[in-house]
């Protein structure tokens, strides 16, 4: 634990002091990733939620998401049956 006798007193202080509220923050997040899953979350939360992941993460509104498409062995790996089809229907 050298880390604890070489940081600035004032500094471990400091940090002790942040962990009630960096607790109740991370127990609001899980609430909240509980309701959202959950269906319970209103809309208009649901929507503000989406809508701040999304420029956390980067990702503007209306942006198209990155898809990773899986190569057919990748599929079949997982259990997963599926057969190819030379016609494209829509």
Do not use: C, N, Y
Request: aromatic share 2%; glycine share 8%.
């Amino acid at each position: 634990m050298t880390w604890l006798t070489e940081t600035p007193l004032v500094l471990v202080r400091a940090l002790a002091a942040k962990i009630p509220a960096l607790e109740a923050a991370q127990i609001r997040r899980l609430a909240t990733a509980v309701s959202l899953g959950s269906g319970t979350l209103r809309d208009e939360d649901r929507r503000a939620l989406v809508r701040a992941l999304d420029e956390q993460g980067g990702r503007r509104q209306g942006s198209p998401r990155r898809v990773h498409e899986a190569p057919p062995g990748e599929i079949a790996a997982l259990g997963i049956a599926f057969s190819r089809s030379s016609e494209v229907t829509g």
